[in-house]
């Protein structure tokens, strides 16, 4: 079994042959279940294909962050490297937009403030 952080101080041509390798072992695996091969190697079949989502898993992860060091300056970021939150929150006003106020409102506060009065207690 691989581990994730063993895959991660790799670099991507030895994730990618290690990959290519994986995918010919789980082949060779599928071929002898259905010959009616050996418990163990039927067995094995489910590792194999973890190994492989690890694999791809750190592939993508490696990528993903090589993409965003290339964008670190730019004007725009691209959707998938964009901080995800909630649907709601990213359709949400934003502070400025909430504060704002129209030119009536502003009209209003200025020439009728809120009246203070001074309560006995």
């Given at each position: 079994m691989v581990k994730a952080y063993e895959l991660r101080g790799k670099t991507k041509e030895e994730l990618l042959t290690q990959l290519t390798e994986n995918r010919k072992e789980l082949a060779e695996l599928k071929v002898a279940k259905v010959t009616g091969g050996a418990a163990s190697k039927i067995a094995k079949i489910k590792s194999v294909r973890k190994n492989i989502a690890r694999i791809l898993t750190v592939h993508n992860q490696q990528q993903k962050e090589s993409i965003r060091k290339a964008s670190a300056g730019a004007?725009?970021?691209?959707?998938?490297?964009?901080?995800?939150?909630?649907?709601?929150?990213?359709?949400?006003?934003?502070?400025?937009?909430?504060?704002?106020?129209?030119?009536?409102?502003?009209?209003?506060?200025?020439?009728?403030?809120?009246?203070?009065?001074?309560?006995?207690?």
């Open positions: 004007k725009y970021v691209s959707k998938d490297l964009r901080v995800k939150q909630t649907r709601a929150i990213r359709r949400a006003l934003s502070k400025a937009q909430k504060d704002g106020k129209t030119l009536r409102a502003q009209k209003k506060a200025t020439h009728f403030p809120q009246r203070v009065y001074a309560v006995k207690a």
